[in-house]
């Protein structure tokens, strides 16, 4: 169960469109957007394009989240940015994120210090968790939200933890993993009984309510009203469905 009173939608799209396409897709967004209170949405374009959308779409109804932060402050690190440097241009810094896990080797050694790293420059770290195919095969669910929990939090203080967004993304379910599939009612609510249960024996039982929990796989405008329905879940994290404009608002109007 989740006491939040906030639904976050957010729009990840990671390498996608090019900077014109996005500045085009975010204005699109903004323009036709109409949200209930209390509702959320965010969009995580490429980085290159954080700074005019920051100045184009103001401090208004779209937010703006960096897509990955690296977690020192500033130095010799090429081709890294800081949660620093984000500071001012995006409220959100995605962490974590499967891809960044499985295609480019990060750990939970980092993926913690980039948790802090995000809430040291005031931005809202979504922390990205989830299981591959075979985790799931061989019954290792709990598991490994268990470990990517632990591991992702682990470098916080108690009084920072609700502080953190969690995006529920079973590695399978992701589009453009090939043969993905979306998670299925039941298994979601397994999943984020499982995400809330493990809060609950680490940090406590207020915390466990607190902590927005999110759901990313294969979401698209007809599955993300049931999405949105299972008990605990407050919002979705969308990838390719949410570069289409039109398809993003409609996700948007079910939350
Ligand atoms: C994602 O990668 O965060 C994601 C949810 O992707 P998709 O919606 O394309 O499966």
């Not at 750990?107 to 990205?128: E, F, G, M, W, Y």
């Not at 591991?151 to 589009?175: C, F, M, Q, R, T």
Request: aromatic fraction near 8%.
């Amino acid at each position: 169960m989740s006491k939040s009173n906030k639904k976050y939608i957010i729009a990840n799209w990671k390498m996608y469109l090019s900077p014109d396409e996005s500045v085009k897709a975010a204005l699109a967004v903004q323009k036709k957007l109409r949200v209930a209170r209390g509702v959320e949405v965010v969009i995580a374009p490429s980085a290159l394009v954080l700074r005019e959308l920051a100045a184009k779409l103001g401090k208004k109804n779209v937010k703006l989240a960096a897509q990955n932060i690296y977690w020192r402050d500033f130095g010799a690190f090429t081709g890294e940015i800081s949660a620093s440097e984000v500071h001012g241009l995006a409220e959100f810094t995605l962490v974590g994120h499967s891809e960044r896990r499985y295609v480019f080797g990060e750990q939970n050694r980092d993926i913690k210090k980039k948790v802090a790293a995000a809430l040291r420059s005031h931005l809202t770290p979504v922390l990205c968790i989830g299981e591959t195919r075979d985790e799931k095969d061989f019954g290792e669910t709990s598991e490994v939200l268990y470990d990517q929990i632990l591991g992702g939090l682990s470098e916080l203080a108690a009084e920072d933890i609700h502080k953190v967004v969690i995006a529920y993304e079973p590695v399978w379910a992701i589009s453009g993993n090939g043969n993905a599939r979306p998670c299925s009612v039941e298994d979601l609510t397994e999943s984020v009984r499982l995400i809330r249960s493990h809060l609950n024996h680490l940090y406590g039982k207020k915390i466990s309510e607190n902590v927005s929990v999110l759901y990313g796989g294969s979401v698209k405008a007809e599955n993300a009203g049931e999405f949105l329905a299972v008990d605990g879940v407050d919002g979705l994290l969308v990838g390719s469905a949410s570069t289409k404009a039109d398809e993003f608002l409609k996700i948007i109007e079910q939350a």
